[in-house]
């Protein structure tokens, strides 16, 4: 069901829904599996010092889109991410949180990794 968020997803088989907010994650593998789920800190570890200060907050984040094309321009202009799009409908209150960062249509998403893998709604396309 579309809102003004995005979609409304079901809450737990209750019947209710609830407002969700639609991103979109460039992955490597299809179906994603937990390397897909990592943050720059868990990659490299802790960001350099020069770096500005909004990009070392993004470091401890998830990077998402607010639209394919986003997710596919970001995946052509740094090789090596991915070549997968992947949909997550993420609800409002869910414990994964998102921001605006980096430019338009970057999303930080922040949360439990495992909360983040549920809101997965499914395979959009190859880069």
Not at 62 to 81: H, K, M, P, Y
Not at 102 to 117: A, Q
Request: include cysteine.
């Amino acid at each position: 069901m579309a809102t003004p968020f995005g979609t409304a997803v079901s809450q737990g088989g209750t019947g209710a829904t609830r407002p969700a907010r639609t991103f979109y994650r460039v992955t490597k593998t299809n179906p994603p599996t937990d390397k897909d789920y990592v943050t720059r800190f868990e990659r490299l570890g802790e960001p350099p010092a020069d770096l500005p200060a909004d990009v070392k907050r993004s470091w401890y984040a998830f990077s998402a889109f607010d639209s394919v094309e986003g997710a596919r321009e970001q995946a052509l202009q740094v090789r090596g991410i991915g070549r997968y799009i992947f949909r997550y409908d993420i609800p409002e209150g869910c414990g994964v949180t998102w921001e605006q960062t980096l430019g338009p249509g970057h999303y930080d998403l922040r949360g439990d990794k495992e909360v983040l893998k549920r809101c997965l709604t499914g395979f959009v396309s190859d880069v």
